[in-house]
Nanobody, 120 residues
Framework: QVQVVESGGGLVQPGGSLRLSCVAS????????MGWYRQAPGRQRELVAIITSGGAPNYADSVKGRFTISIDNVKNTIYLQMNSVKPEDTAVYYC??????????????WGQGTQVTVSS
């Protein structure tokens, strides 16, 4: 079993910054990649940023140049540094972790989500 826990959400003013964290723990042999997704009310969940264990990131066009994803492989933790946030960044942010468990079976787990609200 793998647990994925996000933290760091909250209320931030437009143009401000926020840092999200996500820890994966439990029966983890190796991580393939971890990513951040978000879902705004009435909209589908969408990819924000994803990073491989090797540190290669990919971003949604809407956040390129503003958000930065990073990974700490020792801690099985990823971070999302959100700068120059906009009201349209308001959403529940979910963390996803994919990898192999101790039994060498693939896993794909989601966290419970953390709310990010951008408002003055």
């Amino acid at each position: 079993q793998v647990q994925v826990v996000e933290s760091g959400g909250g209320l931030v003013q437009p143009g401000g910054s926020l840092r999200l964290s996500c820890v994966a723990s439990g029966s983890i042999f190796s991580i393939n990649d971890m990513g951040w997704y978000r879902q705004a009310p009435g909209r589908q969940r969408e990819l924000v940023a994803i990073i491989t264990s090797g540190g290669a990131p990919n971003y949604a066009d809407s956040v390129k140049g503003r958000f930065t994803i990073s990974i700490d492989n020792v801690k099985n933790t990823i971070y999302l540094q959100m700068n120059s946030v906009k009201p349209e960044d308001t959403a529940v942010y979910y963390c996803n972790a994919r990898g192999l468990g101790f039994t060498k079976r693939a896993f794909n787990y989601w966290g419970q989500g953390t709310q990010v609200t951008v408002s003055s």
